[in-house]
C-alpha cells in the first residue's frame, strides 16, 4: 500500500513558459483539497542543493493565498533554471575547476528530512529526465509537460506553446506591411531548439512565404527562387520565418554559446546570417527580427492557461491515485497519463508527413527543399 501524502513539493525547471504559474496554482488548491501541503522548490532544484543562495529559504511555503490570482502571469512564482540538474550538478573545486557531481541523494534526503512524500515536477525534456531518474531512485514523482518547443513527444501539446504561436503570429501580421512598404525581405528568427514547431505553426498562421525549420535541412537556392517568383508577381516583399535550429543543407546550426556542465548549446543567430546571404543574392534590403525570450513572456493564452490548470490538478489526483514515474498528458480532449519513460531523453520533431507540413506546402509556402 502506499504510503498516505500529506505535503507535497512543486519545482519548475527548464526556460519559463506562459502557464507555469497556472499550474503551481493548480496544484496547491487541488492539495489543499486535499489536506495536503505544498512547498515550492526555488530554481529547478537549487533551493534545496545551494541554500547558501537563498536567505530567506530555498524551498518555500505555499498556501492558497500565495498562489491566489497568479494564473494569468507569466513567468514562475518559485523562479526557474536550466543550470540545476542534480545528476550533473557544477561543483567548483578547490583549485578552481568545476566538476560534474551526481547530487541527486541531497534531494532524496531533503525529502525525506523533511517529510516531503512527492514531488511535482514541471518542465521539458531535460526536467523530466531528471524527474524520471528520481522516480527510478525511489521517489515519488510525477511529471507536467511545459515548453514552448512542444517538442515533448506523448503529449498533443504543451502548454505554453500556444502562447508563444499566437505571439509570433502577431508579430508577422505587423511584419507584413512595413516589409510590403519597404520591398523588403524580413526574416524573422523563432526559438524551437531542434523542432521548428513554433516557426511551423506561427509562419503558417501568419502568412510566411517561407519557413525554414531544423526537421528540412535547407538549400537557399530555393528561397531565392521563392522571392525572384513573387518579385516576378508584383509582390515585393518576403517573408521569411527561421526556427533558430535551422541549417543549410551542407552547413552548420548556428551557435551562441556550446553546451557546458548541464546546460545545453545555446542556439542562435541564423536569422541573421539568411537575412544577410539573401540580401546579398537577391540584392533586395533584408532585416532580421529575433523574437527569442519574447516568445517566453506574457500572459498565458486561455488555451495553455486551462491546460496548466488541468495538468495541476491531474499531477495532484495522479498522486492521489498512488501513481508515480507518470507525465500527465493532453490526448485530445482528455488529460491522461503516461510513464516518463516513454517521455524521457525523447524529443518530438514536426515528421515529414505531417499534416500542417502538407498545409503550408499546398498554400504555396517554400520550405527550402
Ligand atoms: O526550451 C525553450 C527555449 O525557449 C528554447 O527554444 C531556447 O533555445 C532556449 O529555451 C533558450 O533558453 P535560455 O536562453 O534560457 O538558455
Request: one cysteine or more.
Amino acid at each position: 500500500m502506499t504510503q498516505a501524502i500529506r505535503r507535497i513539493a512543486i519545482c519548475t525547471g527548464g526556460g519559463d513558459a506562459p502557464g507555469l504559474n497556472a499550474v503551481i496554482r493548480a496544484t496547491v488548491s487541488a492539495a489543499a483539497n486535499r489536506g495536503w501541503e505544498t512547498v515550492g522548490i526555488r530554481d529547478g532544484f537549487n533551493g534545496i542543493l545551494q541554500p547558501e543562495r537563498y536567505p530567506r529559504g530555498g524551498v518555500t511555503l505555499l498556501t492558497r493565498d500565495r498562489v491566489r490570482g497568479i494564473s494569468h502571469l507569466g513567468g514562475t512564482i518559485i523562479g526557474t533554471t536550466n543550470k540545476g540538474n542534480p545528476f550533473h550538478f557544477p561543483v567548483a573545486q578547490p583549485d578552481g575547476s568545476v566538476r560534474d557531481t551526481d547530487r541527486s541523494d541531497d534531494i532524496l534526503d531533503y525529502f525525506k528530512r523533511e517529510g516531503i512524500d512527492a514531488l511535482v515536477s514541471v518542465g521539458g525534456d531535460g526536467s523530466l529526465t531528471i524527474a524520471n531518474e528520481l522516480h527510478r531512485k525511489g521517489l515519488r514523482v510525477v511529471g507536467v509537460p511545459k515548453t514552448i518547443d512542444n517538442d515533448l513527444d506523448k503529449t498533443f501539446t504543451t502548454f505554453g506553446f500556444d502562447t508563444a504561436v499566437s505571439f509570433a503570429t502577431e508579430c508577422l501580421d505587423r511584419l507584413h506591411s512595413t516589409a510590403e512598404s519597404h520591398q523588403r525581405v524580413m526574416v524573422v528568427e523563432v526559438m524551437g531548439r531542434y523542432a521548428g514547431w513554433i516557426a511551423l505553426h506561427a509562419g503558417i498562421s501568419g502568412g510566411a512565404h517561407a519557413i525554414l525549420i531544423p526537421e528540412i535541412p535547407y538549400n537557399l537556392d530555393k528561397v531565392v527562387a521563392k522571392i525572384g517568383e513573387r518579385d516576378a508577381e508584383g509582390r515585393m516583399y518576403t517573408l521569411v520565418v527561421v526556427a533558430e535550429g535551422a541549417q543549410p543543407h551542407h552547413g552548420e546550426r548556428a551557435l551562441l554559446a556550446p553546451a557546458e556542465i548541464g546546460h545545453a548549446e545555446r542556439l542562435g543567430g541564423i536569422g541573421e546570417r539568411v537575412a544577410q546571404d539573401l540580401a546579398r543574392r537577391t540584392g533586395k534590403d533584408a532585416r532580421v527580427v529575433v523574437l527569442g525570450h519574447l516568445l517566453r513572456g506574457g500572459s498565458p493564452t486561455s488555451f495553455d492557461r486551462l491546460a496548466a490548470l488541468r495538468f495541476g490538478t491531474a499531477a495532484v489526483r495522479a498522486l492521489e491515485e498512488g501513481l508515480s514515474g507518470v507525465m500527465v498528458s493532453l490526448a485530445f480532449p482528455n488529460v491522461v497519463y503516461v510513464n516518463l519513460e516513454e517521455v524521457a531523453g525523447r524529443m518530438k520533431a514536426v515528421p515529414a508527413d505531417c499534416d500542417t507540413l502538407q498545409t503550408g506546402r499546398d498554400l504555396g509556402v517554400c520550405f527550402g527543399d
